[in-house]
């Protein structure tokens, strides 16, 4: 708010960029308190008329304003538009999901300096890139960057390998509640306290298995496992990519055996486990399935915390609904999420821990088989800068961004088909070394996805461009809490053009490349 106040007294516009909907209009109650008349909202659920109404109100009105909103709304024409920031710069929904495939974090770098404005990325864990960029000069920090987030309260990793009380437990996959956690949860509901407990993902189980040959009931559309959901008083299986749907009662495709044996835990089986345990508690869950809107998904949210004792199932969406910490929190289940084939996920998991962990007042508990990955020591310690080094060294060993641009190109199609078409296009691209190799996920029979991958130099990619006459600027925040951004800013004098790059020829390939190849910057998933 002091930044927005300074800035207006300069006659100068700032905008304020959310990734979801919900953030837009949480974040706007606190940010517009003082300042109604200038300051407006955008977000893609607005009607066309109350959008138009304030797009003019927005673009016209002489004094400076303050614009919050989702990313689709950064171009808004305000030539006294001198700043951006970017709150919640960790969060995934940065990333579109269809084309054109675009990171907008990386967007708003080059359109801050295209248009001469400051850029603030904000959040209360930043991501390893850009604490990388600010150990290395190309950003700077506003503040102190802060490695520490000491909390005084209960913690405990529960190992659910070990013994459970005095007697051995064949702990299988399907075991949820340690005998530690049931405890702590016996407790809160009679101290009238709540409780979230987080699972990685929704449905009964994540996969299933046959157990006499080991085959995975995959989808038969997309190749990926099918996860199992309750529906009424039945189970069926469900894709979470195509959304086919099909009976549980089946058995396998290969040796036809009808012992499968579902693995994971999803949200809906966490609740089950927990009415079964404790029969009386008031028990919400919220995961993609409860909640298909955000108002859905906010009534959960003020329901659960108006009900004294109350325990909250979810997945890691709820995160976004917690205005207020709560009492107690767990994480049921997140092993499942090791296995992702994703050179971020270790930084995922170790967000979500934190988030989680600074959400919570008083105990704080960590279900898991892997209590030696150093992951869960760095989150109890509360040490951000041990897990960042560890995880800076991985990547720059691995070639893995932010030492490496990673360029994943993906053709999908009949098999021959595009198996010629992809050696074809590796020929192309010889020079640039790529890797071919195919993945999982053909939305057909008979279809193939295949892969190249193409590492690029930082400092070289993409072809550069000189930059406008003017100053440029760059800025780091960490926001704690999120919403009190504070300003800071590095620039840099102009440049002279650039010659070409040994990158350029591999650009103009890619821009010639048909519709039917997908081009992705930095995939989530190299795989």
Same mark, same amino acid.
């Given at each position: 708010?002091?930044?927005?106040?300074?800035?207006?007294?300069?006659?100068?516009?700032?905008?304020?960029?959310?990734?979801?909907?919900?953030?837009?209009?949480?974040?706007?109650?606190?940010?517009?308190?003082?300042?109604?008349?200038?300051?407006?909202?955008?977000?893609?659920?607005?009607?066309?008329?109350?959008?138009?109404?304030?797009?003019?109100?927005?673009?016209?009105?002489?004094?400076?304003?303050?614009?919050?909103?989702?990313?689709?709304?950064?171009?808004?024409?305000?030539?006294?538009?001198?700043?951006?920031?970017?709150?919640?710069?960790?969060?995934?929904?940065?990333?579109?999901?269809?084309?054109?495939?675009?990171?907008?974090? *990386?967007?708003?770098?080059?359109?801050?300096?295209?248009?001469?404005?400051?850029?603030?990325?904000?959040?209360?864990?930043?991501?390893?890139?850009?604490?990388?960029?600010?150990?290395?000069?190309?950003?700077?920090?506003?503040?102190?960057?802060?490695?520490?987030?000491?909390?005084?309260?209960?913690?405990?990793?529960?190992?659910?390998?070990?013994?459970? =009380?005095?007697?051995?437990?064949?702990?299988?996959?399907?075991?949820?509640?340690?005998?530690?956690?049931?405890?702590?949860?016996?407790?809160?509901?009679?101290?009238?306290? #709540?409780?979230?407990?987080?699972?990685?993902?929704?449905?009964?189980?994540?996969?299933?298995?046959?157990?006499?040959?080991?085959?995975?009931?995959?989808?038969?559309?997309?190749?990926?496992?099918?996860?199992?959901?309750?529906?009424?008083?039945?189970?069926?299986?469900?894709?979470?990519?195509?959304?086919?749907?099909?009976?549980?009662?089946?058995?396998?495709?290969?040796?036809?055996?009808?012992?499968?044996? $579902?693995? =994971?835990?999803?949200?809906? *089986?966490?609740?089950?486990?927990?009415?079964?345990?404790?029969?009386?508690?008031?028990?919400?869950?919220?995961?993609?399935?409860?909640?298909?809107?955000?108002?859905?998904?906010?009534?959960?949210?003020?329901?659960?915390?108006?009900?004294?004792?109350?325990?909250?199932?979810?997945?890691?969406?709820?995160?976004?609904?917690? *205005?207020?910490?709560?009492?107690?929190?767990?994480?049921?289940?997140?092993?499942?999420?090791?296995?992702?084939?994703?050179?971020?996920? =270790?930084?995922?998991?170790?967000?979500?821990?934190?988030?989680?962990?600074?959400?919570?007042?008083?105990?704080?508990?960590?279900?898991?088989?892997?209590?030696?990955?150093?992951?869960?020591?760095?989150?109890?310690?509360?040490?951000?800068?041990?897990?960042?080094?560890?995880?800076?060294?991985?990547?720059?060993?691995?070639?893995?961004?932010?030492?490496? $641009?990673?360029?994943?190109?993906?053709?999908? =199609?009949?098999?021959?088909?595009?198996?010629?078409?992809?050696?074809?296009?590796?020929?192309?691209?010889?020079?640039?070394?790529?890797?071919?190799?195919?993945?999982?996920?053909?939305?057909?029979?008979?279809?193939?996805?295949? #892969?190249?991958?193409?590492?690029?130099?930082?400092?070289?990619?993409?072809?550069?461009?000189?930059?406008?006459?003017?100053?440029?600027?760059?800025?780091?925040?960490?926001?704690?809490?999120?919403?009190?951004?504070?300003?800071?800013?590095?620039?840099?004098?102009?440049?002279?053009?650039?010659?070409?790059?040994?990158?350029?020829?591999?650009?103009?390939?890619?821009?010639?490349?048909?519709?039917?190849?997908?081009? *992705?910057?930095?995939?989530?998933?190299?795989?």
């Amino acid at each position: 708010k002091s930044l927005i106040r300074e800035e207006f007294a300069k006659k100068h516009s700032v905008m304020f960029i959310l990734p979801t909907v919900h953030d837009v209009l949480e974040a706007g109650e606190v940010l517009r308190k003082g300042i109604e008349e200038y300051a407006v909202l955008f977000h893609g659920q607005m009607s066309a008329k109350s959008m138009n109404q304030k797009w003019q109100m927005a673009v016209e009105n002489p004094h400076p304003m303050l614009i919050v909103s989702t990313p689709i709304f950064m171009s808004l024409p305000r030539s006294d538009l001198s700043t951006i920031i970017m709150d919640k710069e960790f969060s995934p929904f940065y990333k579109t999901q269809g084309r054109p495939f675009i990171d907008i974090r *990386k967007f708003a770098e080059f359109y801050a300096r295209r248009r001469q404005m400051k850029l603030i990325l904000g959040d209360s864990i930043l991501r390893v890139e850009d604490i990388y960029q600010g150990e290395a000069g190309v950003f700077i920090p506003a503040t102190p960057l802060k490695f520490r987030f000491p909390r005084a309260i209960e913690q405990e990793l529960i190992d659910m390998k070990k013994k459970s =009380g005095a007697k051995e437990k064949n702990l299988d996959e399907t075991f949820i509640l340690s005998d530690k956690l049931k405890h702590e949860i016996k407790n809160a509901i009679s101290n009238k306290e #709540n409780f979230v407990i987080i699972s990685a993902r929704k449905g009964l189980a994540t996969s299933t298995v046959c157990s006499d040959c080991g085959t995975v009931i995959n989808c038969e559309n997309c190749a990926i496992p099918l996860v199992l959901y309750k529906n009424g008083k039945e189970t069926i299986f469900s894709c979470n990519q195509c959304n086919q749907k099909k009976s549980s009662d089946i058995k396998c495709a290969v040796c036809t055996s009808w012992k499968l044996k $579902v693995l =994971g835990v999803g949200t809906e *089986k966490t609740e089950e486990e927990i009415r079964g345990a404790f029969p009386d508690a008031k028990v919400f869950r919220l995961d993609g399935e409860s909640a298909k809107s955000y108002k859905a998904g906010a009534e959960i949210i003020k329901n659960f915390y108006a009900t004294r004792g109350a325990i909250l199932i979810a997945t890691e969406m709820a995160l976004g609904y917690l *205005k207020e910490n709560v009492d107690n929190s767990a994480i049921a289940s997140i092993d499942s999420l090791f296995a992702l084939p994703d050179f971020q996920i =270790g930084e995922s998991i170790f967000n979500l821990l934190m988030r989680l962990k600074l959400k919570t007042n008083k105990r704080f508990f960590i279900q898991t088989r892997k209590v030696e990955d150093k992951i869960f020591e760095n989150v109890m310690r509360g040490d951000v800068l041990e897990f960042y080094r560890k995880e800076i060294r991985e990547r720059k060993k691995w070639k893995y961004p932010p030492f490496k $641009v990673l360029i994943k190109i993906t053709s999908e =199609g009949p098999r021959e088909v595009v198996r010629e078409e992809m050696e074809q296009l590796g020929k192309f691209l010889s020079k640039y070394e790529p890797t071919l190799f195919t993945s999982r996920g053909a939305k057909k029979r008979g279809h193939e996805r295949i #892969n190249l991958l193409v590492k690029c130099e930082p400092a070289d990619w993409p072809k550069k461009v000189p930059p406008p006459t003017g100053l440029s600027s760059v800025v780091i925040s960490v926001a704690n809490p999120p919403l009190v951004p504070r300003a800071g800013e590095v620039t840099t004098e102009d440049s002279p053009p650039l010659e070409e790059d040994q990158y350029s020829s591999l650009l103009e390939i890619l821009l010639s490349l048909p519709p039917r190849f997908t081009v *992705k910057i930095n995939p989530d998933s190299i795989l």
